[in-house]
């Protein structure tokens, strides 16, 4: 049976690179594609119309993880199997997409996300900032450590799910900011999801969203506080339904 992927792109101030992250989507790679602005200072949401895009656009400003959480929404709510999140800034490689999708069709993994850091000269050379090289370093390892899993980089944006994995996951729990990537993988890691991962090569330019070292460093402190949270849970000093499966929390209640 031939799964329904759809491609979602949170988007802010995306207008000056949508186009060029569409056009290099391969063609038959996907059924739909829905772009979730979030309040845009510039014409997002009208240039993403004009191509094509189912465009929803929020009233108010939520976040990058209130943006993902209503791009998931939305995706099942219009019957994806696989779900595949694409920036439309262009820092990701849009070719990936049917390699990302492919494996979870296949059975292998419930979620597949793009490895940045094949090599520290790969991705410096690509333009990662040092201090988000090494903090992505170490918080990798730990997370590894904690978590159980051998992956290569956490912090990526470029990812794909599975509808299962979406209908896991308490990702309506989850913080509405950056740290939304980090908890949504430590509770696929507490539900038993199988997480898989290739490299994608790192882009870093004017147009691309990055966040600065004050940001960067808040995220790193909120990392370390949902794995303790994990922790605390796992060793059942302080339960959370946000680490249960989303059937099993709703039944306990």
Sequence with gaps: MEKKVIIVMPAYNAAKTVKQTLDDIPAGSYDEIILVDDLSKDNTAEVAKEL????????????????????????????ADIVVMLHPDYQYDPKL??????????????????????TRKEALKGGMPFYKYFFNRCLTITENIILGLNLG?????????????????????????FVFDQHILVQAAACGLRIGEIPVPAKYFDEASSINFRRSLKYGFETLWILFR?????WAIAKSDMFRPKKRAKSEE
């Design 97 to 118: 997409v049917p390699f990302l999708a492919g494996i979870i069709s296949h059975d292998i993994c419930d979620i597949m996300m793009a490895n940045r850091i094949r």
């Design 230 to 234: 994990y922790i605390m849970h796992k």
């Design 153 to 177: 980089e956490y912090h990526t944006g470029y990812r794909a799910f599975s509808r299962k994995a979406l209908e896991t996951v308490n990702f309506e729990m989850d913080s509405d900011d």
């Design 52 to 79: 094509g895009m189912k465009v929803i656009v929020h009233e108010k400003n939520k976040g990058y993880g209130g943006n993902q959480k209503t791009c998931y929404k939305a995706a099942l709510d219009d019957g």
